[in-house]
């Protein structure tokens, strides 16, 4: 396989007591290698463009990622800094915590609770 | 609910498309390569020459099995894409990878194998370091590449000097080809010294919105 799927999801109205305008959701699946990261990196702009200052990247469902992929996610990070309050947090499996900590980027993420250390 | 995106192409069997030069193009791997592969880790020109860890792994550590494809597409440490020649050539003409690449720190090492001897001294090995040096800096956001010849190859050498390496040391008697050890020379190039190449040569073409590069192009 050497797919990955993405979807996404915007909130712009308050849920459970929380603000949550300007929250991005990104939800990926299959592989995320260099055939496929420049579709990450498409919609993190996308949402960047369109006001979103906190993405959530869901990578639950990701089999798979090289070095091409963690740079789409730390140029993502990256771009959502530059952003005032900015903010991407990761919502991993283990293969992705391991890939994270094998290419020693780990430190460099915010992950969300449950996340699959 | 999440909404899967229907519009964006799914890669081609054929591997996608990385990188253009004009001579060559950069792509990623698929399962069939490892058919050439499978070949070229037993030619013992390549092996004296090049002396791939890579190569060398696909042989004697994965003994050629299938499962080396996923390792390699899946490693977050390197990123291997195949070398093919625009016209004339039915068959990939190698594979140039980065690898040990560290992405906070910003450096990994480089390796070019150009492994079919007709497509030698042809340019292609030149242009696809060239390629995948612009793509360590632009879309891995690297700011170093290094790279270790055997004081014996040549064109190596000279393939690294032509797009602006420099030499930064030896390894003494660190490399043993069987018979007697041989100097490693170290190579080295930073992001500015990349950009100047790239500056002089202009060998980046723009890819169609089908192909997979990260990079606007500019």
Known sequence: MNAVTMGRQDRQTPEAGEALEGLARLRLSGLLTAGTAPQLRALVRDAVERGRARVVVDLQGVTGLDAAGIAALLEARRMLQAQTGGTLVLRANRIVCRALRTSRTIAAFALSPGTGM | ?????????????????????????????????????????????LERMVGS???????????????????????????????????????????????????????????????DLRAMKRGFGIEAGKLISYYGVDVLGLRRLEAKVYEYNVLSMNSLRRNGFRQEGILRQAGFDGERYWDLMIFGILRDEIEAVRRRD?????????????????
Do not use: C
């Open chain 2, 202 to 218: 202009k060998v980046y073409l723009p890819l169609d919105p089908s192909e997979g590069n990260g990079r606007e192009p500019t």
């Open chain 2, 53 to 115: 860890e890579f190569m060398h792994a696909y042989k004697h550590v994965w003994d050629k099995a299938p499962a080396f494809y996923e390792a390699i597409l899946t490693d977050p440490t390197q990123v291997a894409l195949v070398v093919e020649a625009y016209q004339g050539w039915t068959k990939p003409v190698g594979v140039v990878r980065l690898f040990n690449i560290h992405l906070l720190e910003g450096y990994a090492f480089l390796e070019t194998i150009i492994a």
């Open chain 2, 1 to 45: 609910m999440d909404t899967p995106s229907g519009s964006h192409p799914r890669p081609a069997e054929r591997g996608v498309v990385i990188s253009r030069g004009t001579r060559v193009y950069l792509r990623t791997m698929t399962p069939q390569d490892l058919d050439h592969l499978s070949t070229w880790v037993d030619d013992p020109f």
